[in-house]
Protein backbone atom coordinates (compact mmCIF):
# COMPACT_ATOMS: atom_id res chain seq x y z
CA UNK A 1 0.00 0.00 0.00
CA UNK A 2 1.24 3.32 -0.93
CA UNK A 3 1.89 5.30 2.00
CA UNK A 4 -0.24 8.14 0.55
CA UNK A 5 -3.32 5.70 0.62
CA UNK A 6 -2.43 4.49 4.13
CA UNK A 7 -2.64 7.39 5.41
CA UNK A 8 -5.74 8.64 3.49
CA UNK A 9 -7.30 5.10 4.35
CA UNK A 10 -6.25 5.99 8.28
CA UNK A 11 -7.86 9.30 8.44
CA UNK A 12 -10.92 7.90 7.72
CA UNK A 13 -10.79 5.21 9.87
CA UNK A 14 -10.07 8.49 12.76
CA UNK A 15 -12.46 10.48 11.45
CA UNK A 16 -15.25 7.69 11.10
CA UNK A 17 -14.16 6.72 15.13
CA UNK A 18 -15.16 9.98 15.94
CA UNK A 19 -18.30 10.26 14.45
CA UNK A 20 -19.28 6.82 16.42
CA UNK A 21 -18.29 8.01 19.56
CA UNK A 22 -20.34 11.32 19.12
CA UNK A 23 -23.32 9.40 18.62
CA UNK A 24 -22.27 6.72 21.31
CA UNK A 25 -21.64 9.58 23.87
CA UNK A 26 -25.13 11.15 22.80
CA UNK A 27 -27.34 7.66 22.92
CA UNK A 28 -25.61 6.88 26.47
CA UNK A 29 -26.47 10.82 27.48
CA UNK A 30 -29.95 9.51 26.18
CA UNK A 31 -29.72 12.74 24.26
CA UNK A 32 -32.02 13.48 21.21
CA UNK A 33 -29.76 14.69 17.72
CA UNK A 34 -31.75 17.04 15.81
CA UNK A 35 -30.31 19.06 12.64
CA UNK A 36 -31.47 22.60 11.74
CA UNK A 37 -31.38 23.28 8.11
CA UNK A 38 -29.93 27.03 7.52
CA UNK A 39 -29.35 28.44 4.61
CA UNK A 40 -25.93 29.09 3.05
CA UNK A 41 -23.23 30.92 4.86
CA UNK A 42 -23.47 33.99 3.26
CA UNK A 43 -27.18 34.21 4.23
CA UNK A 44 -28.91 35.76 7.07
CA UNK A 45 -30.73 32.18 8.31
CA UNK A 46 -27.28 30.36 8.41
CA UNK A 47 -26.49 32.83 11.58
CA UNK A 48 -30.18 32.64 12.95
CA UNK A 49 -29.96 28.47 12.69
CA UNK A 50 -26.91 29.08 14.48
CA UNK A 51 -27.99 31.08 17.91
CA UNK A 52 -31.37 28.64 17.70
CA UNK A 53 -29.26 25.77 17.84
CA UNK A 54 -27.57 27.33 20.51
CA UNK A 55 -30.06 28.03 22.17
CA UNK A 56 -32.00 24.61 22.14
CA UNK A 57 -29.17 22.89 23.27
CA UNK A 58 -28.65 25.19 26.40
CA UNK A 59 -32.40 25.47 27.57
CA UNK A 60 -33.89 22.05 26.03
CA UNK A 61 -32.90 19.09 28.19
CA UNK A 62 -32.09 16.11 26.58
CA UNK A 63 -31.57 17.48 23.34
CA UNK A 64 -28.49 18.25 21.19
CA UNK A 65 -28.48 20.23 17.57
CA UNK A 66 -26.58 20.57 14.80
CA UNK A 67 -27.08 23.17 12.05
CA UNK A 68 -26.24 22.44 8.68
CA UNK A 69 -25.59 24.95 5.17
CA UNK A 70 -27.71 24.25 2.55
CA UNK A 71 -28.42 26.35 -0.44
CA UNK A 72 -31.85 27.62 0.84
CA UNK A 73 -35.16 27.05 1.39
CA UNK A 74 -36.83 24.70 -1.90
CA UNK A 75 -33.73 22.04 -0.33
CA UNK A 76 -34.74 22.98 2.74
CA UNK A 77 -38.89 21.46 2.40
CA UNK A 78 -36.94 18.71 0.63
CA UNK A 79 -34.90 17.83 2.91
CA UNK A 80 -37.49 18.03 6.10
CA UNK A 81 -40.02 16.57 3.95
CA UNK A 82 -38.01 13.56 3.37
CA UNK A 83 -36.79 13.12 7.18
CA UNK A 84 -33.59 14.17 6.17
CA UNK A 85 -33.50 17.10 9.03
CA UNK A 86 -35.87 18.00 11.59
CA UNK A 87 -36.48 21.64 11.72
CA UNK A 88 -35.85 23.91 8.29
CA UNK A 89 -36.25 27.73 7.31
CA UNK A 90 -38.18 28.66 3.70
CA UNK A 91 -40.20 31.17 2.44
CA UNK A 92 -43.98 30.68 3.67
CA UNK A 93 -45.01 30.13 0.30
CA UNK A 94 -42.46 27.66 -0.39
CA UNK A 95 -43.68 25.66 2.49
CA UNK A 96 -46.83 25.24 1.09
CA UNK A 97 -45.71 24.55 -1.87
CA UNK A 98 -43.93 21.53 -0.20
CA UNK A 99 -46.86 20.61 1.65
CA UNK A 100 -49.39 21.15 -1.11
CA UNK A 101 -46.79 19.20 -3.77
CA UNK A 102 -46.90 21.80 -6.90
CA UNK A 103 -43.95 23.36 -8.28
CA UNK A 104 -40.85 23.16 -7.74
CA UNK A 105 -42.10 19.59 -6.05
CA UNK A 106 -43.11 16.07 -7.02
CA UNK A 107 -44.76 15.08 -4.25
CA UNK A 108 -46.95 16.43 -1.32
CA UNK A 109 -44.21 16.50 1.75
CA UNK A 110 -47.63 16.04 4.66
CA UNK A 111 -44.89 15.77 7.63
CA UNK A 112 -44.23 19.92 7.22
CA UNK A 113 -45.21 21.80 10.52
CA UNK A 114 -45.18 24.47 12.08
CA UNK A 115 -43.15 25.70 14.51
CA UNK A 116 -43.10 30.13 13.95
CA UNK A 117 -44.81 31.26 11.44
CA UNK A 118 -43.00 34.08 10.16
CA UNK A 119 -39.80 35.30 12.38
CA UNK A 120 -39.12 37.77 9.71
CA UNK A 121 -39.53 39.21 6.00
CA UNK A 122 -37.17 38.05 2.90
CA UNK A 123 -36.94 41.36 0.36
CA UNK A 124 -36.21 41.28 -3.23
CA UNK A 125 -32.71 43.24 -3.10
CA UNK A 126 -31.55 43.45 -6.42
CA UNK A 127 -27.87 45.09 -6.49
CA UNK A 128 -26.24 46.63 -9.33
CA UNK A 129 -22.59 48.86 -9.73
CA UNK A 130 -23.55 52.50 -8.86
CA UNK A 131 -22.58 53.24 -13.24
CA UNK A 132 -25.01 50.66 -14.01
CA UNK A 133 -27.29 51.81 -16.81
CA UNK A 134 -30.22 49.93 -15.01
CA UNK A 135 -32.49 51.49 -12.80
CA UNK A 136 -35.81 50.04 -12.02
CA UNK A 137 -36.18 46.05 -11.54
CA UNK A 138 -37.39 45.70 -14.88
CA UNK A 139 -34.68 46.53 -17.11
CA UNK A 140 -33.15 43.06 -16.66
CA UNK A 141 -34.32 42.13 -20.09
CA UNK A 142 -31.36 40.82 -22.39
CA UNK A 143 -28.80 41.09 -18.72
CA UNK A 144 -27.23 38.35 -16.74
CA UNK A 145 -28.77 38.32 -13.68
CA UNK A 146 -27.61 35.73 -10.30
CA UNK A 147 -30.70 35.14 -8.62
CA UNK A 148 -29.51 32.91 -5.86
CA UNK A 149 -28.44 29.21 -5.46
CA UNK A 150 -29.40 26.31 -7.31
CA UNK A 151 -32.74 25.38 -5.11
CA UNK A 152 -32.76 28.95 -3.40
CA UNK A 153 -36.26 29.02 -2.26
CA UNK A 154 -36.92 32.65 -3.65
CA UNK A 155 -36.56 31.33 -6.86
CA UNK A 156 -40.06 30.31 -7.87
CA UNK A 157 -41.08 33.69 -5.77
CA UNK A 158 -38.66 35.79 -8.55
CA UNK A 159 -40.55 33.77 -11.49
CA UNK A 160 -43.92 35.70 -10.10
CA UNK A 161 -42.44 38.80 -9.38
CA UNK A 162 -40.94 39.06 -12.59
CA UNK A 163 -43.80 37.60 -14.79
CA UNK A 164 -45.96 40.80 -13.32
CA UNK A 165 -43.67 42.91 -15.46
CA UNK A 166 -43.85 40.58 -18.48
CA UNK A 167 -40.45 38.62 -17.74
CA UNK A 168 -39.69 35.08 -17.96
CA UNK A 169 -36.40 33.56 -17.22
CA UNK A 170 -35.59 33.22 -20.99
CA UNK A 171 -35.74 37.20 -21.56
CA UNK A 172 -32.87 37.16 -19.26
CA UNK A 173 -29.72 35.16 -18.34
CA UNK A 174 -30.01 33.46 -15.27
CA UNK A 175 -27.15 32.81 -13.02
CA UNK A 176 -27.13 30.27 -10.09
CA UNK A 177 -24.95 31.41 -7.56
CA UNK A 178 -24.38 31.70 -3.90
CA UNK A 179 -24.94 35.36 -2.73
CA UNK A 180 -20.93 35.89 -1.95
CA UNK A 181 -20.18 34.56 -5.30
CA UNK A 182 -22.75 36.41 -7.17
CA UNK A 183 -21.65 39.98 -5.57
CA UNK A 184 -17.83 38.78 -6.59
CA UNK A 185 -18.77 38.01 -10.32
CA UNK A 186 -20.85 41.63 -10.62
CA UNK A 187 -18.10 43.59 -8.98
CA UNK A 188 -15.98 41.34 -11.68
CA UNK A 189 -18.25 43.03 -14.39
CA UNK A 190 -19.12 39.46 -14.93
CA UNK A 191 -22.74 40.00 -13.80
CA UNK A 192 -25.36 42.94 -14.80
CA UNK A 193 -26.77 42.39 -11.48
CA UNK A 194 -27.12 40.34 -8.61
CA UNK A 195 -30.43 39.27 -6.40
CA UNK A 196 -30.43 38.87 -2.25
CA UNK A 197 -33.59 37.69 -1.73
CA UNK A 198 -32.95 38.43 2.39
CA UNK A 199 -33.84 40.36 5.14
CA UNK A 200 -31.84 43.75 4.76
CA UNK A 201 -29.19 43.97 5.53
CA UNK A 202 -27.64 40.86 3.93
CA UNK A 203 -24.19 40.20 5.52
CA UNK A 204 -22.75 39.57 1.75
CA UNK A 205 -23.85 42.81 0.75
CA UNK A 206 -22.47 44.78 3.67
CA UNK A 207 -19.02 43.40 2.69
CA UNK A 208 -19.27 44.02 -1.20
CA UNK A 209 -20.17 47.79 -0.14
CA UNK A 210 -16.78 48.12 1.46
CA UNK A 211 -15.04 48.11 -1.43
CA UNK A 212 -17.76 48.33 -4.11
CA UNK A 213 -20.55 51.28 -4.44
CA UNK A 214 -24.11 49.62 -5.78
CA UNK A 215 -27.55 50.57 -5.89
CA UNK A 216 -30.59 48.70 -5.24
CA UNK A 217 -33.19 48.54 -8.26
CA UNK A 218 -36.83 49.48 -7.04
CA UNK A 219 -40.21 47.70 -8.42
CA UNK A 220 -42.42 49.86 -9.59
CA UNK A 221 -45.79 50.51 -7.57
CA UNK A 222 -47.77 48.85 -10.35
CA UNK A 223 -46.10 45.71 -9.90
CA UNK A 224 -45.62 45.45 -6.44
CA UNK A 225 -50.09 46.30 -6.06
CA UNK A 226 -50.52 43.42 -9.22
CA UNK A 227 -48.52 40.97 -7.05
CA UNK A 228 -50.19 42.17 -3.92
CA UNK A 229 -53.62 41.08 -5.64
CA UNK A 230 -52.33 38.10 -7.40
CA UNK A 231 -50.88 36.69 -4.62
CA UNK A 232 -51.58 36.51 -0.90
CA UNK A 233 -47.83 35.98 0.79
CA UNK A 234 -46.38 39.28 -1.36
CA UNK A 235 -45.87 42.82 0.32
CA UNK A 236 -45.43 45.91 -0.43
CA UNK A 237 -42.83 47.13 1.81
CA UNK A 238 -38.88 49.34 1.46
CA UNK A 239 -35.33 48.48 1.74
CA UNK A 240 -34.85 51.20 4.37
CA UNK A 241 -31.80 53.50 3.34
CA UNK A 242 -30.21 53.21 6.71
CA UNK A 243 -29.44 49.48 6.03
CA UNK A 244 -26.46 50.27 3.39
CA UNK A 245 -26.45 53.79 3.60
CA UNK A 246 -28.46 55.04 0.41
CA UNK A 247 -29.65 58.20 -0.56
CA UNK A 248 -33.24 56.66 -0.47
CA UNK A 249 -35.49 53.77 0.10
CA UNK A 250 -35.78 51.63 -2.06
CA UNK A 251 -39.78 50.44 -2.82
CA UNK A 252 -39.63 46.36 -3.28
CA UNK A 253 -41.55 43.58 -2.47
CA UNK A 254 -40.86 41.25 0.79
CA UNK A 255 -42.80 37.62 1.84
CA UNK A 256 -42.63 36.38 5.11
CA UNK A 257 -40.19 33.27 6.38
CA UNK A 258 -41.62 30.33 8.21
CA UNK A 259 -39.90 27.90 10.94
CA UNK A 260 -41.09 24.49 10.29
CA UNK A 261 -40.60 20.93 11.80
CA UNK A 262 -40.85 17.30 11.33
CA UNK A 263 -44.25 16.29 12.21
CA UNK A 264 -42.80 12.66 13.70
CA UNK A 265 -40.98 14.56 16.39
CA UNK A 266 -42.59 14.38 19.70
CA UNK A 267 -44.86 16.72 21.12
CA UNK A 268 -42.83 17.71 23.97
CA UNK A 269 -39.55 18.30 22.41
CA UNK A 270 -41.43 20.62 19.75
CA UNK A 271 -42.95 22.25 23.14
CA UNK A 272 -39.67 22.58 24.59
CA UNK A 273 -38.04 23.93 21.71
CA UNK A 274 -41.16 26.68 21.31
CA UNK A 275 -40.80 27.48 24.89
CA UNK A 276 -36.92 28.06 24.41
CA UNK A 277 -37.22 30.23 21.95
CA UNK A 278 -40.09 32.13 22.58
CA UNK A 279 -39.23 32.61 26.33
CA UNK A 280 -35.95 33.79 25.77
CA UNK A 281 -37.07 36.14 22.48
CA UNK A 282 -34.17 39.30 23.40
CA UNK A 283 -31.72 36.09 22.54
CA UNK A 284 -33.11 35.17 19.41
CA UNK A 285 -33.42 38.98 18.36
CA UNK A 286 -29.56 39.04 18.83
CA UNK A 287 -28.86 36.34 15.79
CA UNK A 288 -29.10 38.87 12.93
CA UNK A 289 -29.98 42.72 12.63
CA UNK A 290 -33.28 41.23 10.48
CA UNK A 291 -34.95 39.60 13.74
CA UNK A 292 -34.21 42.11 16.05
CA UNK A 293 -37.74 42.96 15.60
CA UNK A 294 -39.48 39.83 16.05
CA UNK A 295 -42.42 39.67 18.41
CA UNK A 296 -43.94 36.91 19.87
CA UNK A 297 -47.22 37.56 18.00
CA UNK A 298 -45.55 36.98 15.31
CA UNK A 299 -44.80 33.64 15.48
CA UNK A 300 -48.78 32.75 14.91
CA UNK A 301 -49.26 35.01 12.14
CA UNK A 302 -51.11 33.69 9.16
CA UNK A 303 -50.12 29.80 9.45
CA UNK A 304 -49.28 27.76 5.73
CA UNK A 305 -48.92 24.53 6.92
CA UNK A 306 -50.43 23.31 10.32
CA UNK A 307 -48.82 23.99 13.41
CA UNK A 308 -47.39 20.96 15.49
CA UNK A 309 -49.10 19.86 18.33
CA UNK A 310 -45.88 20.85 20.68
CA UNK A 311 -45.95 24.27 18.99
CA UNK A 312 -49.83 24.79 19.25
CA UNK A 313 -49.50 23.92 22.84
CA UNK A 314 -47.63 26.93 23.90
CA UNK A 315 -49.12 29.29 22.24
CA UNK A 316 -52.25 28.36 23.52
CA UNK A 317 -50.78 27.90 27.66
CA UNK A 318 -49.36 32.04 26.84
CA UNK A 319 -52.70 32.62 25.37
CA UNK A 320 -51.07 33.32 21.41
CA UNK A 321 -53.85 30.98 20.44
CA UNK A 322 -57.25 30.06 21.49
Not at 66 to 85: C, H, K, P
Not at 233 to 242: A, H, L
Not at 289 to 300: L, Y
Amino acid sequence: MSPPNFMKRQLVKIVLAAVTLLLFGACERGETLLSIAAGSTGGTWHPIGGVMGSMINEYVAGVRVNVESTDGGVENVRLLGTAQVDIAMCIAATALNGYQGVAPYRQPFNNLRTLISNFQLGYLQMAVLETSPLRSAEDIQGKRVAIGPPGHGSIPRQKEIYQEMGISFEDFTPIYLPFREALQSLGDHRLDAAVMYQSPPAPALIEFGVTHQFRLLPVAQHYRERLERQYPYFVSTVIPKEAYGLDSDIPTVATGNVILVREGLSEEVVYQITRAILDHVDEFRSAHPTVQNFQPEMAVLGPIVPYHPGAERYYKEVGLLK
